[in-house]
């Protein structure tokens, strides 16, 4: 399996933007993928997750209501819509897949992962 993210840039407080996670290598069927991110100093922090097959949703508390995580039809991107954006979101966003749908929020569940893209938030 081999991850792609992009999408990352500088945006101000209160703004939005899209990430990407193009999926190639698998078909992913039966996993589950997520978005973490990390901040300098700070652990790798759950965002939400998809399953692959049915799609169902999880988000974390901090970003639930904000962010939304979908995917393509023909199921080879990932893509986390954020709005609402806050300084301290600023962070490298990652993608990542395991197999299994169940709801995992720990970097160490995850098989998978990719290069990571920086989000930027101004104040």
């Known amino acids: 399996v081999q991850l792609q993210a992009s999408g990352g840039g500088l945006v101000q407080a209160g703004g939005s933007l899209r990430l990407s996670c193009a999926v190639s290598?698998?078909?992913?069927?039966?996993?589950?993928m997520a978005w973490f991110r990390q901040s300098p100093g700070r652990e790798r922090e759950f965002v939400g997750r998809i399953t692959w097959n049915l799609g169902s949703l999880y988000y974390a508390d901090s970003v639930r209501g904000r962010f939304t995580i979908s995917r393509d039809n023909a199921k080879t991107a990932m893509y986390l819509q954020m709005n609402g954006l806050k300084p301290e979101e600023t962070a490298v966003y990652y993608c990542a897949a395991r197999a299994g749908a169940g709801i995992r929020v720990v970097p160490g569940d995850y098989d998978y992962w990719g290069q990571g893209t920086q989000v930027t938030v101004s104040s």
């Open positions: 290598g698998c078909t992913l069927s039966g996993y589950s």
